[in-house]
């Protein structure tokens, strides 16, 4: 498949993103400290993504992991303010290039 039909693939579909997003959540501190401890720290610290009242890890196996979604902007947002939830998932976040990404995948 030629990259133009590919273009014209992702212009006709509006749940594709070039980006993907780890978005931060109101916890021991508010979203936005951890926005700028990310920004000002140059990581994201990996975890287990623990929901729920019981404590139950929704990561699995013997490694924490750093989670991120690839749905376009637009729909983070609409998420956001359907979850009403700021403990879970808040507007603020980081949004890296998927090309970015999957390059440093490859480099490690």
Known sequence: MNLKKIQQIKEGRLDLSDFLIHFTRAGEKNSFSTLKSIVTSGQ????????????????????????????????????????KDHSKVDFYGVALRKKTMF???QEM
């Open 44 to 83: 994201i610290n990996c975890g287990w993504s623990i929901r729920g009242n019981n404590n139950k890890r929704t990561i699995f196996g013997h490694k924490p992991a750093i989670c991120f979604t690839d749905m376009p902007l637009f729909s983070f947002y609409d998420y956001v303010v359907k979850r």
């Open 103 to 105: 390059k440093w995948a």
